[in-house]
């Protein structure tokens, strides 16, 4: 069993930063791929960055690239996002999720074992 808790969401202002972390405890962190999903209302819960679990393959949704950035540091059992230049449609709740099934990383959701509770993430125009 693996522990995910988000962290960092918040209201924000368009063009502003938000920082999210995903604490992870129980079996060995290190050991799966991270991922970063978000879910705007009334929407289905979409892909938005991966990493795996040696730094070495990171993948992010079109939407974000150049905007946003997926980090994890292995010895501190933690995965990060990094979102700038935040627009009102990047309004949404933030999951993160580990996989086991796919360890270089995924952007299909089913391939992820556990998630988060979700942190809301607000950008007002």
């Known amino acids: 069993q693996v522990q995910l808790v988000e962290s960092g969401g918040g209201l924000v202002q368009a063009g502003g930063s938000l920082r999210l972390s995903c604490a992870a405890s129980?079996?060995?962190?290190?050991?799966?791929?991270m991922g970063w999903f978000r879910q705007a209302p009334g929407k289905e819960r979409e892909f938005v960055a991966a990493?795996?679990?040696?730094?070495?393959?990171?993948y992010y949704v079109d939407s974000v690239k150049g905007r946003f950035t997926i980090s994890r540091d292995n010895a501190k059992n933690t995965v990060y996002l990094q979102m700038n230049s935040l627009k009102p449609e990047d309004t949404a709740v933030y999951y993160c999720?580990?996989?086991?099934?796919?360890?270089?990383?995924?952007?299909?959701?089913?391939?992820?074992?556990?998630w988060g509770q979700g942190t809301q993430v607000t950008v007002s125009s």
């Open positions: 999720a580990a996989s086991s099934q796919s360890t270089y990383g995924s952007t299909r959701s089913y391939e992820y074992d556990y």
């Open positions: 990493i795996s679990w040696n730094n070495v393959y990171i």
């Open positions: 129980g079996r060995t962190f290190s050991a799966y791929a």
